[in-house]
């Protein structure tokens, strides 16, 4: 490392590195983590980012940048102001550069994930889909839904299918798994994030999320003491509007108790992973990519409240994970250079997201609802990528591309028309180099989006090979 100081370690959590045998170490970072509020339209995708990369070359990475920025700004480079700068941007993702074959990002769509965790409570796991129900035209056919990518084999832990009822014995794999653990619990949720806010209209669908987001939510001061009953009066709201929509929500009324003991085994043991925070999945989702099959782990992580050691601990079991350091991000720029990406595959992955919930909401004249698709960022941290100035708030999802701003390297004179065609072609370009980086078992529900990030039909069935 040279005269370069250690980085601030905050915690660790070790299980003992055996010697002898090979041994992988990832940085990881996220961008959009909403503290297990990911129904309120703020930040409508997490990305988390994981990279291996050595400190030398991560270092070289961020000082290059700021010699080409003229300094950049005070304080952390975050990816807002990369974006500012797209060559920067391209360059940090091309092929040939410092990123290329070693880094991964996974993507959640918040509020599918929110949906889909509800679906792991409330719909039977061998429920079949009703009978007639339509799926949009930019979903995949039911039996064409693949299974969320979740841990591999050889890390040890069961099938999600095998795994115990929520609220008895399962509820630490639960939270620390993907969502959307049965076909049936898949299928449900991609239904009611495509169709939700069009059959019921903005408030009601607003207030059934919200509703949904408290059952699930334990440790918020902002929930109500006892949100079962204002969960079911939503959902009998919903249910009142008759049609295929409310054929897949009616399991639900009938499940009420299975929400009442998942709350009840969380509340017992808050050191449990609580069904909300995506960010604990995604770093299981890391660790299965990376770990060396006949070899070890170590992961270096920005300080999250979400990733406590007993969190840790239940990712680790039967894994190669044997330690993880969380650090001041601003003490180590491998932690730096996952944070660039994480912030630049969501500010992407939102306009992708936004532009498909424009399209289908256009498609059954209905407006978006704000919950479900709006994209607000803070300027002066994720900026979109067709922003004028750290001063101006992104439009939201339910904007056609018109109305949305310029990009920064553009002057506010510039013809309208010119200026939205560069920020298509930036957002392309960005696209491209991203594409080779995105996780294939991303917590995504959306067809078109998906296919315009990934130029694949729908996430993967498994997970990528290792890059270890």
Not at 397 to 419: I, M
Request: with cysteine.
């Amino acid at each position: 490392m040279g005269d370069r100081p250690a980085p601030v370690v905050i915690r660790r959590w070790a299980s003992g590195r055996p010697r002898g045998v090979p041994h992988v170490e990832i940085a990881c970072d996220e961008s959009g983590f909403a503290g297990g509020n990911l129904v309120g339209g703020h930040a409508p995708v997490l990305a988390h980012a994981s990279v291996r990369i050595d400190a030398e070359t991560a270092a070289a990475v961020m000082a290059g940048l700021r010699a080409r920025m003229a300094g950049g700004p005070r304080g952390e480079l975050k990816a807002g102001a990369v974006l500012r700068r797209p060559a920067l941007a391209r360059e940090l993702l091309a092929p040939g550069g410092p990123l290329a074959g070693a880094a991964r990002v996974h993507l959640v769509d918040t509020v599918y994930f929110a949906l889909a965790r509800l679906a792991d409570l409330l719909i039977p796991a061998d429920l079949p889909a009703p009978a007639g129900i339509l799926i949009p035209a930019d979903l995949p056919a039911p039996a064409d839904l693949p299974a969320p990518a979740d841990l591999p084999a050889r890390a040890g832990l069961p099938d999600p299918a095998e795994l115990p009822a929520p609220g008895l014995l399962g509820m630490a794999t639960l939270g620390t798994g993907l969502p959307g653990r049965s076909p049936a619990a898949r299928h449900a949720a991609r239904v009611l994030r495509a169709r939700g806010p069009a059959v019921y209209g903005p408030e009601r669908w607003r207030r059934f999320l919200i509703s949904a987001s408290d059952l699930m939510r334990t440790n918020s001061r902002w929930t109500a003491p006892e949100p079962v009953a204002p969960f079911t009066a939503a959902l009998d709201d919903l249910l009142a509007t008759p049609g295929e929509v409310a054929d897949v929500l009616r399991p639900m009324r009938d499940r009420l108790p299975a929400a009442v003991a998942a709350r009840a085994a969380l509340k017992a043991d808050p050191k449990l992973p609580t069904l909300l925070e995506p960010v604990v999945p995604a770093l299981a989702r890391a660790v299965a990519i990376w770990a060396p099959s006949d070899g070890t782990l170590s992961v270096v992580h920005d300080d999250q409240t979400a990733v406590t050691p007993e969190r840790i601990a239940t990712i680790a079991a039967g894994t190669a994970l044997v330690e993880v350091t969380i650090v001041d991000s601003r003490t180590d720029p491998r932690v730096q250079v996952a944070d660039l990406l994480a912030g630049i595959a969501r500010r992407v992955a939102s306009d992708h997201l936004a532009a498909a919930t424009d399209h289908l909401a256009a498609a059954t004249d209905h407006p978006a609802s704000p919950q479900s698709a709006a994209v607000t960022h803070k300027a002066s941290e994720h900026p979109p990528a067709a922003t004028p100035s750290a001063n101006t708030r992104p439009a939201p999802a339910n904007h056609s591309a018109s109305t949305r701003p310029a990009p920064a390297n553009h002057s506010a004179s510039e013809h309208p028309a010119a200026a939205t065609h560069s920020a298509s072609v930036h957002l392309a370009s960005l696209t491209m180099l991203l594409r080779p980086l995105i996780d294939p078992g991303s917590t995504w529900a959306d067809a078109a989006s998906w296919t315009a990030l990934t130029a694949a039909e729908a996430p993967a069935t498994s997970p990528p090979a290792s890059a270890a």
